[in-house]
């Protein structure tokens, strides 16, 4: 019981994936521009918009990788 | 404001019916004695996963989001997107901490935030600061949803002149609102959560797929968007300009937005920790809703709604406000009008639901019982609760019937830079018992002055250019008056240690209380 305990409440390296979804939009000349456009949408909206399914992808992963 | 739009008042009327009749019959939804506090104030903390969803999910995408942000694009431009940096920060927040907070709250029976700072550092006056913070920042909050509710019915052709008749409607929808939130407490807006959530998603998939259609495809909507909106600036050399602005704007939002107490009182309502890191992963999904609905005000720039003569009269009461009801009215048929505003106004009722219940529980909790009156019975406590969330609704209505929209708006800015200064106590709390506790009063209402002074030399927006040497960063209030306040929370913590001769209070709750 108590080392289940002390596993749950502990560090993972799986939370680096967090650093790494945050960094994809946190640096914003990264992606502030128009080209290459995606059906007409400039690259600055649908990147973002493809950084939230990455993200949402990432945090699955941590879920499924974190949890017993 | 032309004629009233019979078909969409219509529906949207049958629509408000529906949910009311919902948020009465919640009562009886997995049946509590809502003569106990947390049963009428966390719905007995029995929400699995998927109701959890569509309570914290309430929470976020609120009428105003749905106003505000396309509101933001269709004025500002690019930099409205923030959001959705905004919205992919806020899961690993949810993630890391939140659950801690729930197994905390759950063993010890804390409803609210206060409830634990209180019992974690024992400083009564530390307590009492957090409870009073939470309220003042989430009085604000509840008008601006009936703001929310405001613009759709106007732009449904009802009031538009001023005086008694013209506020009726939201005065009706005020008093449906009071009433189920006294009568099911939490129960109610949970359940039409997810009514709202379906509507919403119905009326935002609609819009994102119609109105590109109908208006030629993406590339003709973003090159109807005047350049200087489709890009953030590119900054000189000596400033951070629009990115810095950017970056910092999404983290200090993220941080502040689970510290509200009605975040908090959606989280605290589930029914395990587990239901939460579970959400954590599976509400991203509502992120990329967010981002479309970003785009609606794109839509609206290229749908030149901005200069029909008919909707002139709406733009010049509400602003860019009315920049996504004026899209509705213009590309929608009439029925799905009513649909989209019904989605806007239930989206409205819902977190204003939960803001109230949770200023509620603060008031009962945090002050009435740790000040005025100690003992009360199970059922005072529910009943006291009860008797705040109607006044603080009422206070919120009076608010908007009588003062400037605009002050609630400034004043919502100031609770984001209020509410951010909990988080010392609040979420590294969760973490760690190391800081002093009168540090971080201290760092609290530094961080509080200092935020609310830069606002309001900067005339009330969000963003504060802070200059060093010859360089400047423009960057939001909020983000750094947070990290002013941490640097005086551990700077001070080990001076106060030092020099108290008292001893620290005891922390009530053990490292066990912090898991499953």
Redo the contacts between chains.
């Keep these: 019981m108590a080392d289940t305990q002390r596993k749950r409440g502990g560090w993972s390296w799986w939370y680096l994936l967090f650093v790494l979804q945050c960094a994809l939009v946190l640096w914003p000349p990264f992606y502030n521009r128009a080209e290459p456009a995606f059906y007409g949408i400039p690259f600055f909206y649908w990147y973002q918009l493809l950084a939230v399914l990455i993200a949402a992808v990432l945090t699955a992963a941590v879920y499924f990788a974190t949890e017993d | 404001m032309q004629g009233v739009n019979w078909v969409a008042l219509t529906v949207f009327v049958v629509l408000f019916g529906f949910i009311t009749w919902l948020g009465f019959a919640a009562a009886n939804w997995r049946k509590g004695d809502l003569d106990q506090l947390h049963e009428w104030g966390l719905g007995g903390r029995r929400f699995g996963t998927m109701v959890t969803w569509f309570l914290i999910g309430g929470d976020l995408y609120t009428a105003y989001t749905f106003i505000a942000v396309p509101a933001l694009a269709f004025g500002a431009g690019?930099v409205a997107?923030f959001a959705?940096?905004y919205?992919?920060?806020i899961?690993?927040v949810l993630?890391?901490v939140f659950p801690?907070l729930w197994n905390v709250c759950n063993k010890r029976g804390y409803i609210t935030a206060s409830d634990f700072v209180r019992g974690r550092f024992g400083n009564r006056w530390l307590a009492l600061a957090i409870a009073m913070t939470g309220l003042v920042a989430t009085m604000p909050y509840i008008a601006l949803q009936l703001v929310g509710i405001q613009v759709v019915i106007g732009a449904m052709g009802v009031g538009g002149t001023s005086g008694f008749v013209a506020d009726l409607p939201l005065i009706i929808a005020f008093v449906i609102l009071a009433a189920f939130t006294y009568s099911s407490g939490l129960r109610a807006p949970a359940s039409i959560a997810i009514v709202k959530d379906v509507l919403i998603y119905i009326t935002a998939f609609a819009a994102v797929i119609v109105v590109p259609l109908q208006l030629g495809?993406?590339?003709?909507?973003?090159s109807a968007v005047p350049a200087q909106k489709?890009?953030?600036a590119?900054p000189g050399p000596t400033t951070t300009g629009?990115?810095g602005a950017?970056?910092t704007l999404?983290?200090g939002s993220a941080l502040a937005l689970f510290l509200y107490p009605h975040s908090l009182t959606g989280i605290l309502s589930a029914s395990s920790g587990?239901a939460i890191?579970?959400n954590?992963?599976?509400l991203?999904?509502y992120?990329?809703m967010l981002?479309?609905l970003a785009?609606i005000g794109f839509f609206a720039i290229a749908a030149g709604v901005g200069a029909l003569p008919q909707f002139a009269a709406g733009f010049k009461e509400f602003g860019n406000n009315f920049a996504v009801p004026a899209l509705f009215l213009h590309v929608f048929p009439s029925w799905f009008v009513g649909v989209a505003f019904a989605a806007i106004g239930i989206g409205a009722l819902v977190p204003a639901a939960i803001m109230s219940i949770a200023a509620a529980n603060l008031y009962t909790r945090n002050i009435h019982r740790e000040f005025i009156n100690k003992n009360p019975t199970d059922k005072e406590e529910a009943q006291m609760a009860k008797w705040v969330s109607l006044i603080v609704k009422l206070g919120a209505l009076i608010f908007i019937l009588f003062v400037p929209t605009q002050y609630a708006i400034q004043l919502q800015l100031l609770g984001g830079i209020w509410i951010i200064q909990t988080l010392p106590a609040v979420m590294l709390g969760v973490y760690t018992r190391w800081f002093n506790d009168w540090a971080l009063l201290v760092g609290w209402a530094v961080g509080t002055v200092a935020g609310t002074t830069m606002a309001v030399v900067m005339n009330l927006t969000p963003t504060y250019p802070l200059a060093v040497g010859g360089f400047t960063f423009p960057g939001y209030t909020a983000f750094y008056t947070l990290v002013l306040n941490l640097v005086l929370v551990v700077v001070l913590t080990p001076v106060f240690n030092a020099m108290g001769s008292r001893r620290t209070p005891a922390d009530e709750t053990v490292a066990?209380d912090?898991?499953?």
């Design positions: 690019a997107f959705v940096p919205t992919i920060l899961y690993p993630f890391l801690r495809g993406f590339a003709k909507i973003f489709l890009l953030l590119v629009a990115y950017y970056a999404a983290i587990h890191k579970r954590a992963a599976i991203p999904g992120s990329f981002g479309l785009l066990a912090y898991f499953a």
